[in-house]
């Protein structure tokens, strides 16, 4: 049997924040460490059937410390690169 992983990528203002459930084993680390505290509990179930996370997307800065602190290594988040000035 394999299992599969759907991601799901969320476009924030600042970065594209990516969790995948099939890694989130609800511990909710995350949620505490998360600077601007817009992260919650999802309806996406994760791999032991407890909620996953999401975030609101219009205050997360993509900081990073979600991903740094997740011991599961179920998010990834990428910034944006900054727009070239002319
Ligand atoms: S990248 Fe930073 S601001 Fe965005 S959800 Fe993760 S910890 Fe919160
Ligand atoms: S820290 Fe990782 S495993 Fe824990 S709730 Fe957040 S995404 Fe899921």
């Avoid at 599969?4 to 476009?11: A, Q």
């Avoid at 609800?26 to 600077?35: D, T």
């Amino acid at each position: 049997m394999t299992q599969t992983f759907h991601e799901e990528t969320i476009e924030g203002n600042k970065g594209f924040w990516t969790i995948f459930p099939g890694l989130c084993k609800g511990c909710g680390l995350c949620i505490q460490k998360c600077p601007k505290k817009c992260m919650s509990w999802s309806d996406v179930l994760g791999v032991y059937g407890t909620p996953s996370v999401e975030i609101n997307n219009e205050e997360c800065i993509a900081c990073g410390a979600c991903q740094m602190f997740c011991p599961d290594c179920a998010i990834a988040v990428e910034r944006k690169k900054k727009e070239e000035k002319h």
